[in-house]
């Protein structure tokens, strides 16, 4: 009898784990543009108490995006024609009140900035805008792609032994020149 109500509250809490999580979504633009392919994403979700707790304790904070394009292919596997590693951080600096923001793309710094304004680093840390993915000379025209993106972040959330720790989306585009 314990084991059963055992192994029910083991099920009840995964379950609440999984519900917490599930508020969290991603929405996702792929742009052709200047002969390019720009994805923009913003996640919905994570402004939780817990990520605010973590960023105003000094802890640096990151989201980490895995992008993928990839080619619809019929009876086989898709094709991947461009991935690329996109991660934000925040480390908040609790002397000076100042927020250290940094962007990498593929373990290259891209940007970064500092800001006193929480609004802004929480917008740094969940929304990319117009991230070049690739050149459209990789496309073929005519044809039916779609991004997919996980987006994860560090440190892990409070979700059960860091499960659900990961949001994955992805939007479909048809490449027209």
Same mark, same amino acid.
């Given at each position: 009898?314990?084991?059963?109500?055992?192994?029910?509250?083991?099920?009840?809490?995964?379950?609440?784990?999984?519900?917490?999580?599930?508020?969290?979504?991603?929405? #996702?633009?792929? #742009?052709?543009? %200047?002969?390019?392919?720009?994805?923009?994403?913003?996640?919905?979700?994570?402004?939780?108490?817990?990520?605010?707790?973590?960023?105003?304790?000094?802890?640096?904070?990151?989201?980490?995006?895995?992008?993928?394009?990839?080619?619809?292919?019929?009876?086989?596997?898709? $094709?991947?024609?461009?991935?690329?590693?996109?991660?934000?951080? %925040?480390?908040?600096?609790?002397?000076?009140?100042?927020?250290?923001?940094? $962007?990498?793309?593929?373990?290259?710094?891209?940007?970064?900035?500092?800001?006193?304004?929480?609004?802004?680093?929480?917008?740094?840390?969940?929304?990319?805008?117009?991230?070049?993915?690739?050149?459209?000379?990789?496309? %073929?025209?005519?044809?039916?792609?779609?991004? $997919?993106?996980?987006?994860?972040?560090?440190? $892990?959330?409070?979700?059960?032994?860091?499960?659900?720790?990961? #949001?994955?989306?992805?939007?479909?585009?048809?490449? #027209?020149?």
């Amino acid at each position: 009898m314990k084991r059963w109500l055992r192994f029910w509250c083991v099920v009840a809490l995964i379950a609440s784990g999984a519900a917490v999580r599930a508020a969290e979504s991603l929405r #996702i633009v792929p #742009i052709v543009h %200047d002969g390019q392919v720009l994805v923009s994403v913003e996640v919905t979700g994570l402004d939780t108490e817990e990520v605010r707790e973590t960023i105003s304790s000094g802890l640096r904070t990151t989201f980490t995006y895995d992008v993928q394009l990839r080619m619809i292919v019929p009876v086989w596997v898709d $094709r991947t024609i461009a991935t690329a590693v996109i991660a934000v951080s %925040d480390q908040y600096d609790n002397l000076t009140r100042r927020h250290t923001l940094s $962007r990498t793309i593929d373990g290259r710094v891209e940007e970064t900035a500092v800001t006193e304004d929480e609004t802004a680093a929480r917008q740094w840390l969940t929304a990319l805008t117009r991230v070049p993915l690739c050149n459209t000379s990789k496309l %073929d025209p005519n044809r039916d792609y779609y991004v $997919r993106i996980s987006a994860r972040e560090r440190p $892990r959330g409070v979700s059960l032994f860091g499960w659900i720790t990961t #949001i994955t989306g992805q939007a479909k585009f048809t490449f #027209i020149p």
